[in-house]
């Protein structure tokens, strides 16, 4: 299939695999990549920039295809050290960088002067226009349906990418929600030029994550995710599990006197913790509604062969079949 993303990233699928804390270490970056879609690594997880510039080689050691770099830019009182991550990046030769979060526009000049291509993630038509005229090179459009940060819209894709087909010039990919070659189909008949995938990518076999996470993955169903994090406006999709009930009580319990602070436990240094070892109920974790749509741990070529190929049987015997002669 061949679509401005595949076109803009030099793949051969328009599938992307997007960042995500604690899962997008160059395993995985590297398998999505090597089935044809586009893997990235996720930058903050990576401690120091140091860091960041040996997984870069790793992931080049596994992969010869184009692989790319996440980079999350958060409201913090104690930043990372950002420019030592985008100097790994330039230094590292990564030609493919997706931001996330804050605006990234005190980032695109070093990252356009080396040639980079960015793709920045927004929540929302508004935002997806700011970037677009920032100079990005393209957008991932997110959903309400997705795992991580859903904005404070909460506007769903099936309104969201026609609406944002509507006002951009730039190719987007449609994000949140998206597992199967159905949403493919659809995603590109409502304009967008790809699909980005969180939540399904956990669940492959090469995801370097703890078993009990695929696991809990599997066994989730649609309705098995919360909104936490609401009162504070930085709400996050997360599977549910006691810790996050825990967290829920206290948001009802403190209303809008809610702060940070007393959320810590459910939310700070959790990641390691159910990625790495497997303690279920440690937190908050980022899952997406997608989970009732995931039965099976496929390898990524696995994934991303039976999604192109349902894909095509769609639009060439479902869809083409309906139109009269
Ligand atoms: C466990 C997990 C961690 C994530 N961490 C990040 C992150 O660090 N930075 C980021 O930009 N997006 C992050 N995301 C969001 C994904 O990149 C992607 O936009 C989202 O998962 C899409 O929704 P889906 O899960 O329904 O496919 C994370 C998602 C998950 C599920």
């Not at 160059?26 to 040996?54: F, M």
Request: glycine residues 10%; hydrophobic residues 45%; contains cysteine.
């Amino acid at each position: 299939m061949k679509t401005r993303i595949t076109e803009l990233f030099g793949i051969k699928h328009p599938i992307i695999q997007g960042g995500m804390h604690f899962v997008g270490f160059a395993e995985l970056a590297a398998a999505v990549s090597n089935a044809g879609g586009l893997g990235l690594i996720t930058g903050l997880t990576q401690r120091t920039p140091e860091d960041l510039s040996r997984e870069i080689a790793r992931c080049r050691e596994m992969t010869d295809k184009p692989f790319g770099v996440n980079l999350t830019f958060l409201p913090s009182v104690n930043p990372p050290d950002y420019p030592g991550y985008v100097k790994s990046i330039i230094d590292g030769g990564v030609k493919i960088v997706e931001t996330a979060g804050n605006n990234p526009v005190k980032w695109l000049p070093a990252l356009k002067e080396a040639g980079i291509k960015v793709i920045h993630k927004c929540t929302s038509v508004r935002h997806s226009l700011k970037a677009e005229s920032i100079g990005c090179d393209a957008v991932s459009v997110d959903g309400f349906e997705c795992g991580g940060h859903p904005g404070e819209d909460d506007v769903g894709n099936w309104v969201l990418l026609p609406r944002a087909a509507e006002e951009l010039k730039i190719p987007f990919v449609a994000s949140g929600g998206v597992g199967v070659a159905s949403q493919l189909v659809a995603a590109l008949a409502m304009g967008a030029d790809g699909i980005n995938m969180g939540t399904r990518f956990i669940a492959t076999k090469e995801a370097p994550v703890h078993e009990n996470v695929k696991q809990a993955i599997v066994a989730a169903s649609e309705l098995d995710t919360r909104l936490v994090m609401r009162p504070l406006r930085n709400t996050e999709r997360v599977l549910v599990n006691a810790g996050v009930e825990r967290l829920l009580e206290k948001e009802k319990a403190l209303g809008a006197a809610i702060k940070f602070e007393d959320i810590i436990p459910e939310v700070a240094g959790v990641y390691p913790k159910i990625m790495l070892e497997g303690v279920m109920d440690a937190g908050a974790w980022s899952c997406g509604m997608v989970a009732g749509l995931i039965h099976d741990i496929p390898t990524c070529q696995e994934l991303i062969d039976r999604i192109m190929s349902e894909a095509q049987t769609i639009i060439r015997k479902r869809l083409e079949g309906m139109l009269a002669a």
